[in-house]
Each structure stands twice: as C-alpha cells, then as structure tokens.
C-alpha cells in the first residue's frame, strides 16, 4: 500500500463514470491498494481519501481517519471504499508526505492497520461483484474496460468461440442410443 496522486490523463482517458472523484491539479490523495481480486485476476486499486463522509453511512462503505482541518463538524475523514476504482501504474504520481505532520500521522494509522483496510476493501469488492452496488458508487465494472477493453474483449470472445464449438459438437454428435 502506498499513497500517490491519480494523474490527469488517468481521468482524461478513462472519467467514463461520473462518480470518480474530482483530482483537478492531481491533488487529491489516494490509497493504493496493491492486487485486490477482481474479475479473477489481481488489479491494482485507488482508495480516495474523503473529508466530509456523512456520519450515517454505513461503517463497511470507508474506514475512518482522525479529521483533517477541512472536515467539518459532524462529518468523517477516511477512506471511502465506495468511490474506489482500478488503476494502472502508469497513472500513479508521487504524493509526497514527508512535510506534512498530518500524512505522517496517518501513514503511520493505515501501516498498523493495513491487514484490516485490504480485507474491508477486497469485502467491499466482493460484494459489488456479487451485484450487492451501492447508490453513487463508483462504475468499477466500466473503468476496468476502459482500462483493459480490449482485453476483456479478447478473452471474451475467446469464451464465446468455445461454448459455440461445444454447442455445435452437441448438435452434430451421432445418435448412439439406437
């Protein structure tokens, strides 16, 4: 785990759902979260780090921070499982924490509690698999095939070429029961 930025070409060329958090100058932070399970396959995913999170949602959709000087009163600062999307490597960006006493604090946070983060978000992402998707979620399914379309596409076909082949195989298998 690590905390980067999200460059702009990311949101440029793959902003397909409205839902993405706004990075304008690539200031906001993320968590990196290194190959959680999706569609099978290990990916990459970006944790937004959110200040104002109501104080009524539901306590498995983020994990909670110490408050930032711009959350505001009766709201929550953390991570905001909810808003999470796949990313490549080549969209990551440095974010330095070193002269930020406030980072550093909660770098230290997430470290001791990493196990329990990567387990929430890996949860979080079974459960939209599982069709469990909740109000203003991020669109996971039509950023990873904006990320990896052709991909997904290839291989999909490649499925579809297999089950039509055994389907004609059924058809034109000769009648041994007679």
């Not at 099978?40 to 009524?56: E, T, Y």
């Not at 052709?150 to 009648?175: F, N, S």
Request: aromatic content about 12%.
């Amino acid at each position: 785990m690590k905390f980067t930025s999200i460059s702009d070409k990311f949101f440029e060329q793959h902003g397909v759902c409205r839902e993405l958090m706004s990075n304008e100058n690539e200031k906001r932070p993320y968590l990196i979260i290194v190959k959680l399970k999706f569609n099978g396959k290990r990916q990459d995913f970006a944790i937004p780090f959110r200040s104002n999170l109501s104080n009524h949602i539901p306590k498995d959709q983020y994990f909670p921070l110490p408050p930032r000087h711009t959350t505001k009163k009766y709201k929550i600062h953390g991570l905001h499982y909810l808003k999470m999307f796949p990313v490549k490597k080549q969209y990551l960006i440095k974010f330095n924490i070193s002269n930020d006493t406030y980072y550093v604090k909660i770098y230290s946070i997430i470290s001791k509690k990493q196990a329990e983060i990567i387990e929430q978000a890996q949860a979080y992402l079974d459960a939209y698999q599982s069709g469990n998707i909740q109000n203003y979620a991020t669109d996971i399914n039509k950023i990873y095939l904006s990320l990896y379309g052709v991909t997904v596409a290839q291989e999909a076909a490649t499925g579809l070429e297999k089950v039509q082949d055994e389907i004609a195989m059924q058809r034109y298998k000769p009648d041994t029961d007679k």
